[in-house]
């Protein structure tokens, strides 16, 4: 596995329940050049490119960010 694909992997899992579509048990995860296979519990699997993937991850994780309460010193 591709370090590219195991961290694409590590913050899916981070924000999979933001994710919507892809809010199920992510049983296996395969690169395939610039898609990804992400296979699913109940469901065929479901393949994407990996720049969308992570582009729509970077998205959560800066809504995310924004979320978070501020610390004002």
């Known amino acids: 596995m ?3 694909l195991q961290s694409l992997r590590k913050r899916l899992a981070q924000v999979k329940w ?5 809010d199920q048990m ?3 995860a395969h690169l395939w ?3 990804v ?4 519990t109940e469901r065929a699997p479901l393949i994407i490119e990996r720049d969308q993937l992570a582009a729509q991850i970077e998205q959560i994780e800066a809504f995310e960010f924004a979320r978070r ?3 004002l010193c």
């Open 18 to 22: 933001r994710l919507g579509q892809y």
């Open 33 to 35: 050049g610039d898609y």
């Open 37 to 40: 296979e992400i296979a699913h």
């Open 2 to 4: 591709s370090d590219n």
């Open 69 to 71: 309460p501020r610390v």
């Open 26 to 28: 992510i049983r296996d």
